[in-house]
């Protein structure tokens, strides 16, 4: 992932703005009046900082000078238009968004700003309140990470519920919620090590993924992390006929980065709560029953044909226990957390040792990833908001508990194959 | 006459006897160097076996993407198949130093023969070893693209296309190895023609109520899509 040369346009407008002590990345499209509004709201943070919003060029009004825009917004706040910044690359807006977040820290370097902030969330829900509160901790204190903590509904950010945060409290130690935001507030200090790291990265030829490498970085390096709570955010509406390749691109700088930091998260045993900043917020859950027949038989499908391909992987006790879960009726199907816990080791062993292609071992992981969530919303259809916490608290907790089993793998693969 | 006939038959008889002792040192060199390479063959798979055994060959084989290997190799292990290969080719070098000692000429004509046949052999071996790892990848990347957009028929997809790549492969070898080509490139045609009806019936013809199925399914998924459900994945 390479961050593009800056035009000279650009360049023009930095050495007019000449530095900031926040810089804010808005990803999403954002209006003249929801900029100015933004504007105002980053105006209020204690000590008034030189505020530089960094827009998507492609999004803005190309009549407009961005000049015109920073003195309608104020003297303490000024926009500028930045090249590929949007997150909308047409089959991987995964890695579009991890290379914005690139191009932020590059533009944060320029400006030799003390942080940063990266809105990636649809701007109906991220409210610029949201923008001051992920700041506020970076300005005022002496944190690295100011990391988001949404209200959430059940069957909301389920990759994230299921797989990347009690992997990252596992194996990091800290019970973080949301460990790839995407909003987020980022210090000098990490924003710059996240540069060299891609600096040093590039050589080698294995990219790091901002996103995902964010949060263990920051941990590793036993930097400040915070939480602030925030409220619900949008998210867009699942697109099945993309959803293995949604999967691999998450997963795959998620194992990478297994790989880089394995000497820090072999050490860790145990897990402990991050400081959080406000009160949690509330929000709706749903009770109605749901459907998942399209996921159930996404897994029988891969019961079917691919256990030539999950035999690679894991071991036969874990095969055993899949036939014998897709022999169940649907309405008595449940998943085990141990065994869910489990099959994400192996597949992460997997990534490491290289079993089969890359990309083929993690797009065949979406039917188990599927199965997981029918499971999970099996138990959880009419539950409420409590009862959601305690199910993913469990499920942590059995990350946690199977830990011995990853690093046992990890160390001897050939030796330890139960 | 008789005294003549005495003579032609002693002369024959000691030219026989003459070339036939001419050619005893030459086949006891070849029964000798059939015996040695025998011996060094077996010594030489002996040391192999185990050596490969140690490395774990036939796990890191089918973890490199030839499984196959294993179900054609003698007691289901390459490990064998490697070392007896190479026992073989030990044996073949011998046989063919044992016949130079009995007739260099014709032994000469032979080796030109060979050596000028082994760069068909090689690019025939990788091109059959390029189309199996092909072969091996388009069928799994279509298997998990099939199963991931929840076509029942993904399998029936997966072996036809390695069929049709392991085909194209077999047949660019034996177009390499200069064996029959002209029925080579008939046999290739009508294979791989038949193998595209086959996929064509079954998909089409053969799983008709299969397909309608199928279909009905999508046009129902596609209707509840308009449905606003609850997941959301990221």
């Known amino acids: 992932m390479e961050v593009e040369p800056i035009p000279e346009q650009v360049q023009e407008k930095i050495e007019q703005v000449d530095s900031a002590d926040l810089v804010v990345g808005v990803i999403e499209e954002l209006d003249q009046d929801g900029l100015a509004v933004l504007c105002d709201a980053l105006r209020m943070l204690p000590g008034s900082p030189r505020v530089v919003v960094l827009r998507d060029d492609r999004a803005a009004n190309p009549g407009q000078s961005d000049v015109e825009a920073a003195e309608q917004s104020g003297s303490s706040c000024y926009l500028v238009r930045w090249p590929l910044l949007g997150s909308a690359t047409p089959g991987a807006p995964v890695v579009g968004t991890s290379s914005a977040y690139q191009t932020v820290f590059a533009a944060s370097e320029k400006f030799g700003a003390r942080a940063c902030c990266v809105i990636a969330s649809s701007l109906e829900a991220a409210t610029p309140g949201w923008v001051r509160e992920l700041a506020q901790p970076l300005v005022e204190g002496d944190f690295d990470l100011v990391l988001p903590h949404y209200a959430r509904r059940k069957f909301e950010g389920l990759l994230n519920s299921s797989i990347i945060a009690p992997l990252m409290r596992c194996l990091y130690g800290k019970r973080i919620h949301y460990p790839m935001g995407p909003d987020l507030g980022i210090s000098r200090r990490l924003f710059q090590k996240m540069l060299g790291t891609e600096r040093g990265a590039g050589v080698g030829g294995n990219s790091v993924h901002s996103l995902a490498s964010l949060a263990p970085a920051a941990l590793c390096e036993n930097l400040q992390v915070r939480e602030v709570h925030l409220a619900a955010r949008i998210y867009p509406p699942t697109d099945w006929m993309n959803i293995s390749s949604l999967v691999a691109q998450i997963l795959g700088p998620i194992f990478l980065d297994m790989e880089r930091n394995a000497a820090c998260w072999q050490r860790m045993r145990v897990s402990v709560p991050v400081p959080a900043i406000g009160e949690p917020l509330l929000v709706s859950q749903d009770t109605e029953t749901v459907d998942i027949s399209r996921m159930m038989e996404s897994f029988q499908l891969g019961i079917r044909d691919l256990q030539e391909i999950w035999g690679l992987v894991l071991p036969p006790s874990t095969l055993f226990e899949l036939r014998k879960l897709a022999r169940l009726p649907s309405e008595q199907f449940r998943m085990p957390d141990e065994l869910w816990v489990r099959i994400v080791y192996d597949f992460a062993l997997a990534h490491r040792l290289r079993t089969i292609n890359r990309d083929h071992l993690l797009k065949s992981m979406t039917p188990l990833y599927l199965a997981w969530v029918s499971s999970y919303a099996h138990d959880l259809e009419t539950a409420g908001r409590t009862a959601s916490e305690e199910r993913l608290e469990r499920l942590s907790v059995a990350y946690e508990s199977g830990k011995t089993y990853l690093v046992s793998r990890w160390r001897w693969p050939d030796r330890f194959n139960p | ?234």
């Open chain 2, 1 to 234: 006459m008789w005294s003549q006939v005495k003579q032609q038959l002693a002369e024959s008889t000691a030219r026989f006897l003459t070339r036939f002792a001419s050619m005893v040192p030459g086949l006891a060199a070849l029964v000798l160097a059939l015996l040695i390479s025998i011996v060094i063959g077996c010594i030489l798979a002996a040391i192999v076996r185990p050596l490969l055994s140690s490395m774990r060959f036939d796990d890191r084989l089918a973890r490199w993407g030839f499984p196959s290997v294993a179900e054609w190799s003698p007691m289901k292990s390459p490990t064998l198949l490697v070392s007896r290969a190479i026992a073989a080719l030990v044996v073949l070098t011998g046989f063919l130093i044992g016949i130079a000692a009995v007739d260099a000429d014709w032994t000469s004509q032979l080796a030109r023969s060979i050596v000028a046949y082994i760069p068909n052999m090689l690019g025939a071996a990788l091109v059959l070893l390029v189309g199996s790892v092909i072969a091996r990848f388009l069928a799994r990347s279509v298997l998990i693209g099939a199963v991931n957009l929840n076509l029942h028929y993904a399998r029936l997809l997966s072996l036809g296309v390695k069929w049709m790549v392991v085909v194209l492969t077999v047949a660019m070898a034996l177009e390499h190895l200069r064996i029959a080509p002209g029925i080579v490139k008939l046999a290739f045609g009508i294979l791989f023609g038949g193998i595209v009806i086959t996929l064509a019936l079954a998909v089409g013809l053969g799983s008709k109520d299969l397909v309608t199925k199928s279909l009905e399914r999508d046009a129902q998924k596609t209707s509840s899509d308009n449905v606003e459900e609850p997941f959301r994945h990221i």
